[in-house]
């Protein structure tokens, strides 16, 4: 590991921890584990996503399910908000220059999800994003299991 932010920057540490604090708090522990996890696959975080796939074991989602996380569209293990919300992940981490998150997505979304739930859902997405950069700038290694 290159630097234990926790440590060292213990305040700005503290700050990540609050967002995952309220989002952990406001969107669904299995939809929650299912954004963290798809986020961390995109986003090629080893420590985030060996973290979010034991936290989703422990949560009751089948192996299987998580398997099909790389390939939640075509599984008919998710819901259609499920879905949704995958989505929205994919194009919230891969955000494109040109067009940020397409109104399909974004409509898509809206439909399974009150505006409530939508403004978690996006501060979900955004907090394992920033866990993502945080892990994979310092080089956190996942825990040899």
């Known amino acids: 590991m290159r630097m234990n932010l926790g440590q060292t920057h213990a305040k700005g540490y503290a700050a990540v921890l609050g967002m995952?604090?309220?989002a952990s708090s406001?969107?669904?522990k299995e939809l929650y584990e299912l954004v963290k996890l798809r986020a961390s696959i995109l986003n090629g975080c080893s420590f985030c996503t060996d973290m979010h796939s034991h936290d989703a074991m422990e949560a009751g989602i089948s192996t299987a399910?998580?398997?099909a996380v790389a390939a939640y569209n075509d599984s008919p293990l998710f819901s259609d908000a499920?879905?949704?919300a995958l989505r929205l992940t994919d194009e919230v981490t891969r955000l494109d220059p040109a067009t940020g998150v397409t109104d399909e997505?974004?409509?898509a979304a809206a439909e399974?999800?009150?505006e409530e739930?939508?403004?978690?859902l996006i501060f979900a997405i955004a907090t394992i994003n920033v866990w993502n950069r945080i892990a994979i700038t310092t080089r956190i290694e996942p825990p040899v299991r």
């Open 82 to 84: 499920e879905r949704a």
């Open 65 to 67: 399910k998580l398997f």
């Open 117 to 120: 739930e939508l403004g978690n």
């Open 105 to 107: 997505v974004w409509n």
């Open 20 to 22: 995952e604090k309220y």
């Open 26 to 28: 406001n969107v669904p």
């Open 112 to 114: 399974e999800f009150s």
